[in-house]
């Protein structure tokens, strides 16, 4: 197959698409950025605290095309893919790959219970580890933490002390320090921010705190941010 071919048929594959816009990146080693997000539909989990429940279902079916258009009108070079848990959907490797391929910064939001193993490695991954808190501690997928490069990141939720022990064990367990970026993230509304702080202090946790900075920029605004 030429890369003609490749490049047509890629552009044409499906994916349902909950939303797409331009905000402030509020989350990873690059909060504060601008950038471009597409919140892709659907997920195999369902975490306790998820603020995004309005992404396991619906969505507009759209083709890779359709969304590289959509994408140019922001003029953004960092793209954000997420969701709901975008590697859900097998067609987001396509629409990483023509990013990618159209020069865009690419970083990927993936909830750690799939195989990241398909995944360009020319992207970005910010993979979670689901602490007990979430309820979903028991879909990690332990054989991801192999796959990650120290461009990308392990975030940790946070909801109170047993999940910030369980994530200190994690760490020391699995010696992720140093193997990538680490975030620690209060459950926004749920634990105190200044707690987490002060464990993270006490323990010189070798992790960066993370909270999301879109919800304290629109406060209540939970679609479009």
């Known amino acids: 197959m030429s890369a003609a071919v490749a490049a047509r048929d890629r552009a044409a594959t499906v994916l349902r698409v909950t939303e797409m816009f331009h905000s402030i990146q509020g989350e990873s080693r690059h909060a504060g950025r601008p950038c471009a997000f597409v919140r892709l539909t659907g997920c ?57 391929d159209r020069g865009h910064e690419v970083a990927i939001e993936t ?52 999940d910030y022990e369980w994530a200190r064990e994690a760490i020391a367990r699995h010696r992720l320090a140093g193997r990538c970026g680490l975030l620690l993230a209060p459950v926004h509304g749920g634990l105190d921010p200044a707690r987490l702080a002060a464990w993270i202090l006490e323990d010189r946790l070798p992790v960066r705190l993370q909270l999301q900075l879109h919800k304290y920029i629109w406060p209540g605004v939970e679609r479009g941010v």
């Open 44 to 100: 195999n989990l369902r975490c306790v605290w998820c603020d995004t429940a309005y992404a396991f279902e619906g969505g507009e079916a759209r083709t890779v095309a359709d969304i590289l258009g959509a994408l140019e009108r922001f003029g953004e070079r960092y793209v954000l893919v997420t969701g709901g848990e975008p590697l859900a959907q097998p067609g987001v490797h396509d629409l990483i790959g023509a990013l990618l």
């Open 111 to 162: 909830g750690g219970s799939l195989d990241l193993a398909p995944l360009d490695r020319r992207a970005m991954i910010v993979m979670d580890l689901k602490c007990p808190g979430s309820g979903m501690s028991d879909r990690n997928r332990w054989e991801n933490l192999d796959l990650l490069k120290a461009t990308d990141e392990i975030k940790l939720v946070v909801a109170d002390r047993r």
